[in-house]
Every structure is written in C-alpha cells, then in structure tokens.
C-alpha cells in the first residue's frame, strides 16, 4: 500500500469513528486504537506534508488564529422562534396556522426538543466545508469557520457537490461540561454556568487551539441552500443524516391531535438526553404550507417553541447549614439527600435568608421539591408538610455568628424610615471574623480582580486560622517558609502561591478596587472609579467633601454608590489596609482612558447585565471605543440596558422605569459593527 492509499485509510477510518462516536454516541473502538490510529496518521503527514488537506482529521486541533472580527452577510436573514408556555397558547398557534392556509389543507407537524446552544451557520462548496458564522444580530454574524473546524462531529466534507448553507446550534453534552468545569476548577478558573454559556463563548475565542479544547458539538435542524427535491422539513432531516451532517435524530411527524402527546415524550425523557432542552419545536412539516404561511420581521409563522416548566425532584433535606460571607451575611444552605436533577446530581440548595425559610418552612427532614429553572443553583420551591410525620423544630437563624461568635444583627432598609422595616439579611458585624477575613481574601483573588493563582479557599481557610492572613495586606507579607509548613503544601507549591501574589502588585488600580468588594461597586464602576482617582495615594489623599465632589461626578455615579464609596473609606480600618497596601507597592497607577470622540455610540449610554458571552469588562471597552458612557446601573440617564441570560428583574423593572432600551448582547455589536466600528476580543 502506498503511503497516500494509507492515508486516505486512515483519514476514511478515523472521520467514520468520530461520526459513531460523536453524532450516534455507539463508538467502535477503544480510545487507546483510535489514538494509535491519528498517531500514526500525524507521523504520515510528517513523513508525506502533501497528503496532508484541511480536511485531515490532525487538522482538528485548530489553525490559524483569528486577528479580528469578520462579518458574515447570510443568505436569508435568521429569525427567533416565538415561545408559547400553555397548551392554550398552542391552541391558538394551531387556529392561526388553520387561518393561514387554504381550506380543506391539513398540515403535519413536526416535533422535535428544543436545543439550547449557540447558533451557527455552515457553508459547504464542492464538498468541503468553506465558511461558518455566528448567528450575530439575524441579518450578518460573525465569521468562525477556523473555530467550528475543530468540532468533531461535524464533517469536513459531504457528499454533495452543489451549494450547500446549513443551519443549527453548537452544544456541549452536559456529561462533558462536567468533565470541563472539574479541569478547570482544578485550575483556578471559574466554571461555566451553563452549556450554552460555554458553546457561545467557545466560538467567539479568537485561538481555535483554544475551541479544540472544549467538547463543542454540533447539530443541524434547516437547510437553508440546497437540493429541492424534499418536499418536507422530516424529509431534509433523513437525508441530512444520511450525508453523515448530525441532527438530534429525535423528531417526529404527527398529526395535530398527537403534538401534545409527542411533546410530553419529549418532556418525559429530557433527563435522558444528553444534552439540555428546555422544550420542544412544533413546525409545520411540508415547506409549501411553510411557504403559504411566511414569517413575521422576527418569527417564523409556521414554527413555534413551547417551553418546558422547570425541572423538578423530591428530596429530604438532610441540615440546615449557616454559611458566612465577605460582608457578613448569613445564607442558610440546605443539604439535601442527593437526587439526580436536570442530569446532575443536586445535594445543596441555597435559602437564601431567615424570612425565606420561614415563608416555605422548611425543616430538617422535611420532604422538599426542587427546581432548576435555566440556573446552576437549584431552588427549594416547595414543601411536603402533609409528610412531615411528627414534630420537628422550626429551623431558627442563630442568635450568635457561627465562625466567630459574635451577636448577630438584623438592620433596617432605611433608618430615616423604619416603617419600610427590616432587611431580609441577618449579619455578623464583626468585621475580623475569621470566615468573613477568608472570603474576602478569596474574593480579592479572582481572576476580574487581583487574579492570585494557586490561592484556592482550602488554602485561604489554612492562612485564616493559622493566624497568617488577617486581612488582605497581609498576602503581601507571607513568605514561602510559612505556607510550606501548612498542610498539602511544599516548597515549591509555596514557592508558586508567593510568585503570584508578588505579580499582583502590579495590577492596575481599578483591579485592586474591585478586589476590595465595596459595596454597590462592580468591575465596570472600580475601572471609573480609579480612572477619576488615577493612583491609590491621590484617593487617599482626598477629604471626605474632595472625594464626594470627585466620585459624584463620575458618569453614572448616583447618591448610593457615592455613599458607599465615601463610607467605605471613612472606616478606619478600611483606610488601614489602604495605607498598607500602599506602603507594600500594591496597585499600579490607572492608565489614562481613551476617550473616543466619535463612533456610532456617541452620546449613549449603557449598562451592561446578566451573563454574557465575553468578560464584562471587553463589553464594555467595545462601547467605549465606539463613544458611548458604561453605567454600573441604570440610572434615568442610562439610553440602553444590555440584557445578558439570566437578568436580574430589578434591572428590568428599572429600565422599564425610566424609558430605558433593552437589546440582547448582539444586537449591541450590530450597532458598533454596523457602523465600521471594530470589535477587539479578549
């Protein structure tokens, strides 16, 4: 056999044994063969470079690495699915699909689970995969051919010669965003709250080295070029997976009288994917009576996505645990019999505080029903009191600190209106309590802060209570002798936690601001912050009147965050740590920011919120390079909210408030890039 006849072997071998081990989950051979195998295929192309074309499997580590963002026009503009919560709701889609055809045509309906990842596009010519972009704002996206490349269950080529524009959703299988958060927690790094957070993200990095590490899949569901001969959507799906292009492989063609039916399986067995879904896709099957039916500017008429209520388990709670914060609020945490809950495995669930608890009774040993709506943190929504059996005491908050001993306190909203009355949070005023010293220290050491490598909480909880770190000055002064001597740590493993710490002093000022944790004070408010101040000798060398004169006239500043800026630094020993960090060399002086004075932003203003697809603060330096003003919150002068997953109301219920504009997070960089304006990633 000639070295080419082994290639293309080899390349026929491993693409069919990633497509049964990627898209129908039935691999055929061992790990350890299918790694001999590209083994021997990398020293081929080694040995022979010309055999070697984009679409070898060694090309799926990722190539070159993107130097900006290209945008992509697509073919037909992408449009959303609108959601229906009730089975009435359905009832009225069926009525107006019925209105919108032809008498006496009676269509079929094609159900399938709703996916929830990133959208992508896809384009292959002669063959080979040439293009894949982002779904971006419906009409242009981003282009990330480079990046979907290194997905493995995608074909590089298919066997169709014509034009052929696919489109689908990037997803990660929960199983395997388990086995990626673990690695990187085991690294320092925050866990990606959710899968579709982790594919979105993934696809926007700019290195694909850096996609090929994340266990991306993808899945197709339209064709939006290609073959006519498929008079149906059920049709296309077949003879997509017969090109080997992967779908969900889970939909059916029914009747209307069996789509509630069809959808309820669905519900049913959403535990047993291994994917999320958060409901089921109901379209109309044929694509002439799609066709009849058209689309609204932003849904489809003939498609809609009837959204799942929340997951749901019983399980006994186990204790009620009292954790202390960095501010001294006390969380009471249940701990749970563990049961198996939207594909992972729950044991805890936060209550959140004492007027909570008491609202829901909840007991130690009371049956409790579980939910995990969209968040990473399940919720106790309900109590079995008829199965309580019994007395069992009424859980109380402790009356002192359980780290320190301290009393607890519970203070009013507002002492100039004690009729509004207490807040919900009970705290531990004694600001030296050991656990409240800990998660401050951890706090300060996270990456959008002073980013300490290797100073996890295990080794924070050691420092504490060996009396080694009292506050955060005292990182500054540990040497590799004291933490050597705790338990697990060496040497070298000192010599690493000294080595990161010593690089943090050099971070910028707006950094070590946001590591201080001041209330109201966030990553976007501690850059504006330190801008105004410039270094930590002029903030402190300011008065209490220079200081409020300087911070309210920060963009975006109201009277609370002025407040909590002026008292934070009137506490003595707030200013004691200060001065200390500044003795030690700690926080370098803010470079001076880049004002644009035009762009498509100018004279807007934004605030940014909930979970994006980059880092907070990229966001926002893109709006800022595009000439608009970044607010910590809305405020009545705040021209648009940018609303990320997971929205907090409160920011809802305030742009409503004042008039504000709410966008998704791309239909932001459509502004900007609509305009020639560029959009840096991190």
């Not at 200013?575 to 004002?595: F, H």
């Not at 932003?601 to 940014?608: A, E, K, N, T």
Request: hydrophobic share 40%; glycine share 8%; proline share 5%.
């Amino acid at each position: 056999m000639t070295p080419a006849e082994r290639h293309a072997k080899l390349v026929r071998e491993l693409t069919a044994h990633n497509y049964r081990y990627y898209v129908l989950d039935d691999p055929s051979v061992e790990d350890a063969e299918f790694d001999h195998l590209l083994r021997e295929l990398i020293e081929l192309e080694s040995q022979f470079p010309t055999l070697c074309t984009p679409e070898s499997p060694t090309r799926r580590v990722g190539g070159t690495a993107r130097t900006g963002v290209v945008h992509v026009v697509h073919v037909e503009r992408m449009l959303s699915l609108d959601n229906t919560y009730s089975l009435d709701d359905l009832g009225d889609f069926h009525r107006r699909i019925a209105e919108g055809l032809p008498e006496g045509e009676t269509p079929r309906f094609c159900v399938e689970p709703k996916l929830d990842g990133a959208s992508v596009e896809v384009v292959y010519e002669m063959g080979r995969l040439v293009q894949a972009s982002t779904r971006g704002d419906g009409e242009t996206g981003e282009e990330v051919t480079e990046n979907v490349r290194t997905i493995p269950s995608l074909p590089l080529t298919v066997a169709y010669t014509g034009r052929l524009t696919l489109r689908g959703e990037v997803i990660i299988y929960r199983k395997d965003l388990a086995t990626l958060n673990a690695e990187r927690e085991a690294e320092g790094l925050e866990p990606f709250a959710n899968p579709r957070n982790s594919a979105s993200g993934a696809l926007r990095l700019l290195d694909p080295r850096e996609v090929a590490r994340r266990p991306l899949r993808a899945v197709f569901y339209q064709v939006v070029e290609g073959p006519t001969m498929h008079p149906s959507h059920h049709e296309t799906l077949e003879w997509l997976a017969d090109l080997n292009i992967p779908t969900h492989r889970r939909h059916v063609v029914v009747e209307w009288a069996d789509v509630e039916a069809a959808i309820a399986r669905i519900d049913g067995d959403r535990s047993a994917y291994p994917f999320e879904t958060d409901g089921a896709v109901v379209k109309v099957d044929s694509y002439a009576q799609q066709a009849m039916l058209g689309a609204t500017s932003k849904y489809p008429k003939w498609a809609v996505a009837y959204k799942f209520k929340a997951e749901r388990a019983a399980t006994r709670v186990l204790d009620i645990q009292v954790q202390v914060g960095r501010t001294g609020t006390l969380t009471p945490v249940a701990v749970l019999d563990p049961v198996e809950l939207g594909g992972t495995t729950v044991s805890r669930a936060s209550l959140h505080n004492a007027d909570f608890v008491d609202s829901r009774d909840v007991r130690v040993g009371d049956r409790v029903f579980i939910e995990k709506a969209g968040e990473v943190i399940p919720q106790v929504v309900g109590v079995a009191v008829a199965d309580r059996g019994g007395l069992k005491p009424k859980f109380r908050m402790p009356e002192r600190c359980p780290s320190c001993a301290t009393p607890l306190v519970r203070v009013a909203h507002d002492v100039k209106r004690p009729e509004l009355g207490m807040e919900a949070a009970t705290r531990c005023p004694n600001h030296l309590c050991p656990e409240q010293v800990a998660q401050r220290i951890f706090y300060y050491a996270r990456r959008f802060a002073m980013d300490i490598e290797h100073l996890g909480t295990v080794l924070v909880q050691q420092l504490v209570r060996a009396g080694l770190v009292k506050d955060i000055a005292d990182l500054y002064r540990l040497d590799v002798a004291q933490i050597a001597m705790l338990d697990h740590m060496g040497d070298k493993s000192a010599a690493k936690v000294v080595e990161s710490i010593a690089r943090s002093r050099h971070r910028t000022l707006d950094h070590l601001l946001c590591g201080l944790g001041i209330p109201q004070i966030g990553q976007i408010a501690a850059r504006q912050l330190a801008e105004e101040a410039e270094s930590l000798d002029r903030l402190l060398s300011w008065s209490e009147t220079q200081l409020r004169e300087h911070v309210g006239a920060i963009a975006g500043f109201g009277p609370k965050m002025v407040d909590s800026v002026a008292e934070f630094m009137a506490d003595p020993s707030q200013r004691a740590i200060l001065n200390d960090l500044r003795e030690l060399g700690v926080g370098r002086s803010q470079p001076k920011p880049v004002v644009a004075s035009e762009g498509p932003l100018l004279g807007m203003s934004f605030c940014i919120t909930g979970v994006l697809s980059r880092k907070r603060e990229d966001v926002a330096s893109a709006i800022r390079n595009a000439g608009g003003i970044v607010h910590e919150g809305v405020k009545k002068t705040t021209t648009v909210l940018v609303a990320g997953d997971k929205t907090g109301k409160s920011k809802l219920d305030q742009a409503r408030k004042f008039g504000t504009k709410v966008i998704e997070e791309s239909e932001l960089y459509a502004w900007i890039n609509r305009a020639g304006s560029t959009l840096a990633h991190s």
